[in-house]
């Protein structure tokens, strides 16, 4: 019985890694809300809580002078069968968590983004830039990174939106050399 119970374990453990490399959510059609309810994948972080639990259980229940095979058999069922509620209730609560606001940091949305300069940029005066987001036009208020400066029609790249609405640009051609 011995070997049933290390097979459990090792099976478990296995199932186990598999949910961690594949995950458990299910995954939504492009542009659809995401599911409430776990998938088909749940059941295997609820299979693997309950072959580790149930095999080290019984592996440690059944050794010689502790428990009988049936009463360590029952006993590594029942803790597997607890774990297993344990897990599905935990991948549930985590399928379902909506986050409450959008995890990007608005400040860095725009980052690496190309806009056209519309009023010169100057290390002492801030200038204006031009950029196409969804199909809109925005004007910005905008200065250069480091003091640097931008005529007239120069490509810029956006760094931030610092919290005024200014954006902070480096010239195109000092990325592109990076590049």
Do not use: K, N
Not at 95 to 117: I, K, M, N, S, W
Not at 147 to 156: N, S
Request: glycine share 12%; no cysteine.
């Amino acid at each position: 019985m011995t070997a049933v119970f290390l097979f459990t374990f090792v099976a478990g453990l296995l199932l186990g890694v598999r949910a961690m490399l594949f995950g458990v959510e299910r995954q939504a059609p492009l542009g659809a809300a995401p599911p409430v309810e776990p998938a088909r994948a749940t059941w295997t972080a609820v299979l693997a809580a309950f072959a580790i639990i149930a095999g080290l259980v019984g592996y440690l229940a059944t050794r010689p002078g502790r428990l009988d095979v049936p009463a360590g058999s029952g006993l590594a069922v029942g803790a597997g069968a607890v774990a297993a509620a344990g897990a599905l209730w935990l991948v549930r609560r985590a399928v379902a968590f909506v986050p409450e606001h959008d995890p990007d940091d608005p400040r860095y949305v725009l980052q690496g983004h190309v806009a056209t300069v519309v009023r010169s940029i100057t290390p002492d005066a801030p200038g204006e830039i031009s950029y196409l987001l969804e199909g809109r036009e925005h004007v910005v208020p905008a200065r250069g990174l480091d003091g640097a400066t931008a005529g007239l029609g120069d490509e810029v790249v956006i760094e931030r939106l610092d919290e005024s609405g200014t954006a902070w640009v480096e010239p195109w051609h000092l990325v592109e050399e990076r590049l």
